[in-house]
């Protein structure tokens, strides 16, 4: 088993510490990583095999709070993606695969009740997406193909765009 290493490291352009990272250790191939604001806030947590993000990733506000979490599949987001707006409220769930948009991601108001859910494949908009009001209503109903809008219907309490 190969020996745990712990080394702090600091950017430095200009003559200023710009931000710090930490090697924190190995397990498997995997190196976790840590990296710091000028001032010693956590901005960073990942993990890396052969030099590619692999695993878990976190960032976050200046305060401390989570901004974003994700996992890393050689180099690309794989799965669900979380954002979060800065007073800890989610703000969407993003699915991925290889890096890209897949299947339905949702997207919420500050008062935590949905705002979009939005169908992707391969990263384009396809099929039905919703968008609501914060009080829950729907306002209209999209259907995409490969990116391109086909058709748009309104919610019955909606009056048409007027061009």
Not at 30 to 36: D, G, I, W
Not at 78 to 105: C, P
Not at 109 to 133: C, H, I, P, W
């Amino acid at each position: 088993m190969k020996k745990e290493m712990k080394v702090l490291l600091g950017i430095v352009v200009a003559g200023s510490i710009i931000g710090f990272f930490l090697v924190k250790g190995r397990l498997k191939g995997l190196e976790a990583f840590k990296s710091y604001d000028s001032g010693g806030k956590l901005q960073e947590v990942s993990t890396t095999k052969n030099g590619r993000l692999n695993g878990p990733f976190q960032s976050y506000y200046p305060d401390g709070r989570l901004k974003m979490k994700c996992t890393y599949r050689d180099g690309k987001k794989e799965g669900i993606a979380r954002f979060y707006l800065e007073n800890g409220k989610l703000q969407a769930e993003v699915m991925y695969k290889e890096d890209l948009s897949e299947g339905i991601s949702k997207f919420y108001f500050e008062n935590g009740k949905l705002q979009a859910e939005m169908n992707y494949k391969a990263g384009k908009l396809d099929g039905v997406s919703k968008t609501y009001r914060s009080s829950g209503e729907i306002i209209y109903i999209d259907k995409y193909k490969n990116g391109e809008l086909e058709s748009r219907e309104l919610s019955k309490n909606e009056k048409p765009e007027v061009k």
